[in-house]
């Protein structure tokens, strides 16, 4: 429908998308009226769950005894393996994940049985009163053991291209080393929480706290041992997921149905902080060794990477993640010869999983600490090496990944150099050096790291969405998708679409609960794609009633239907206005249909796993960071004390929401490399469980100066309404801490040693890697 002969038309048609919006919900989050799972009310009969967990890391179960449990206050039952009506599995993708251990324990913490009782307190204080008889197995612990004896979840991967050996031999200069960035927990706000309530017929209706309610249908319908549709899942919200609720809801999720199909009354299982950070898989940590060829002025001739992963004791989502690793590993430099391996270490820990960037990040950082490393030994700023190695442009050669998908989106070099005029890079770089030859203690660092990272599922059949769109008789707009809110605003954009798509106020727009019995066969909301996949497919549903109500207009007014245009609430048809809800009655009344659903694939997409090639990514997001640090050589603390952002959302649906994401991507990011880590002690059991012994980052970690901005880049590809995808990307320009961070440790040795700087760089991490520069320069001398 065009605007020809309109005044102002135009403006009025677009006011929907591209400009800022507030989240849908936002009123409710500050009055505290946002409805969440544990926040539904109780039907009567509830009862509620707790989950008996192990306390060995790997060990047969010899015997066990309840009666001590059964015996407690308020307790109903107890489930455990035997009772599961049909399968004990929650796997996402290979069937080796059971919903309560059977026979042998594989992770302190895993699963063994549910405690059903009148109330949350009673079933959790009975959980622990179980007698278990275990039987001592050997434990593997880290991605290196897991390495050194061989032990995987999944065959390793290798992606190579051109002959790797022969360049990095005929290479000049080389670098060799080790890294090891550890994993990070979700700690959304929200723990993982399922209630489920039994429906006639062996119905089961679950409300929960998940990124895939598909998923969570399935994995219930199997343990029921039922069908699909038999089983309802809802989740209107949740308070954080970030990977967290894509695979690892079902756990919960299953064992409240399998609880409440077998008493046939509700059951609500809410895991507190510690039992959630205890069952729950994490961010997964990587090991690297890697070796590099460049040449004299830096540019990278032969890289070759060896990654292993703790992936946990099962497989989970760890093989698109080291997938995603691979595929990343690249960032924003041409790589002509390559040799990059992975593997998912088998471990008795959490079995690790989804987390915003998927394995992407943990890819790209390699080639960053290698990019540093070359420009240390060439006394070079790291920034112009990552610029001598960007990608270039298409028809220059260098624009082939080595999957081999054309990058034909590239716009780095033009946003990095945008971003160092604006940041005053180079003069900044100037005061710092003087700074840190006049200060023996503090010292500052610097660094401007770039991102590109790849928008898709890994799986091409998962790019898909579906969505249903109703206009009421009065005018009002209903609109169901298969994507889930967890705080990204994915409803407000989807609103803004189908809204812009109509011609009406948003407030005319309201976004119900994602549920399976409305829109079936959902992707999960991950990889970055919820907005992408679920906006075009409201945008079809919305367009296909739109279609139909110009068409019925020009039956009534007359003229051409191309002509016609909805904006500002207003159909304009044949020199006429008629306000959208006049329109909607007339059409309702005429019998012409008000309702649709909305489909959409993402084209383009193609994968062969075993080559490791194609075309995986339907575009590219870009973005740069500047990171100014200032680091205690003495403590080992440190603090960023400014961030300079740049980032890539292409034609921006909502750019108050999206600079909100790319804010709190960075702040995430940044707690990732610097404060979040994870341990386990040497008896399997993960120490830092709680708030008290996890630390993330604080407002007071936050930079004072803090300067966001987005890119002014329409998308290549035909996303929604041009835009780019904005979940996970950012999270990548956190990287400008950590290496600020390594070139403020640098300054110790007046940046001629390259320091051994492991991620997260905490105060003791900080130190050590002080410590060797000091070594290092004293053994010089």
Known sequence: MNDAGVPGLKEAAWKAVGVPRAHESAALHVLGQATYTDDIPEVQGTLHGALGLSSKPHARIVATDFSRVAAAAGVVNVFAASDIPGLND?????????????????YVGQPMFIVVATTHDQARRAARLADIVYEDLPAILTPQAAKAAQSYVLPPMRLTRGDYRQAYEAAPHFVKGELYVGGQEQFYLEGQIAYAVPQEDKGMLVLCSTQHPSEMQHVVAHALGVHSHNIVVECRRMGGGFGGKESQSALW??????????????????????????????????????????????????????????????????????????????????????????????????????????????????????????????????????????????????????????VVDNVIDALAAELEASSDYRARREAITAFNRASPVLKKGLALTPVKFGIAFNVTHLNQAGALVHVYVDGSILVNHGGTEMGQGINTKVMQVVAHELGVDMANVRA????????????????????????????????????????????????????????????????????????????????????????????????????????????????????????????GESKLLRADVLYDAGRSLNPAIDIGQVEGAFIQGMGWLTTEELWWNSAGKLMTHAPSTYKIPAVSDCPQD??????????????????????????????????????????????????????????????????????????AA
């Open 253 to 406: 999720c299953a064992a409240a149905a399998i609880a409440a199909a077998k008493l046939k009354r509700p059951v609500k299982l809410r895991a507190d902080r510690d039992d959630d950070m205890l069952v729950t898989g994490k961010r997964h940590c990587f090991h690297y060794e890697y070796e590099v060829g460049y040449a004299a002025d830096g540019r990278i001739l032969a890289a070759k990477v060896d990654m292993v992963t703790r992936a946990g004791y099962s497989a989970d989502l760890s093989g698109p993640v080291a997938t995603r690793a691979v595929c990343h590993f690249d960032n924003t430099y041409y790589l002509s010869d390559v040799d990059i391996r992975a593997a998912c270490g088998k471990t008795n820990t959490q079995s690790n999983t989804a987390f915003r960037g998927f394995g992407g990040p943990q890819g790209a950082i390699a080639i960053e600490y290698v990019i540093d490393d070359i420009a240390r030994k060439l006394g070079r700023d790291p920034l112009d090496i990552r610029r001598l190695n960007f990608y270039g442009k298409e028809g220059e050669g260098r624009n082939v990944t080595p999957y081999g998908q054309v």
């Open 706 to 779: 803090f300067r966001v901005k987005l890119y002014d880049n329409a998308n290549v590809a035909d996303n929604i309404h041009r835009s780019k995808a904005v979940g996970e990307p950012p999270l990548l320009l956190a990287f400008s801490v950590f290496f600020a961070i390594r070139d403020a440790v640098s300054a110790v040795g007046d940046h001629k040693v390259n320091p051994p700087l492991n991620a997260p760089a905490t105060c003791e991490e900080i130190l050590k890697s002080i410590a060797a520069v000091e070594g290092a320069i004293g053994g």
């Open 512 to 635: 119900t609960a994602t549920d399976t019995s409305k829109v079936a066969n959902t992707s999960a909301t991950a990889a970055s794609t919820g907005a992408d996949l679920n906006g075009k497919a409201a945008q079809d549903a919305a367009r296909q009633i739109r279609n139909r109500l110009a068409a019925y207009a020009v039956k009534l007014y007359g003229g051409d239907i191309e002509a016609v245009c909805f904006a500002a609430d207003t159909v304009f048809v044949n020199g006429r206005q008629v306000r959208f809800p006049e329109l909607v009655q007339k059409a309702y009344l005429a019998r012409v249909q008000l309702w649709s659903d909305g489909f959409y694939a993402t084209p383009g997409l193609h994968w062969d796993p075993k080559t490791m090639s194609g075309n995986p990514f339907s575009y590219f997001a870009y973005g740069a960071a500047v990171s100014e640090v200032v680091v205690d050589t003495l403590t």
């Open 90 to 106: 929650c796997g996402p993708i290979i069937h080796d994940d059971p919903i309560f251990a059977d026979g042998v324990v594989m």
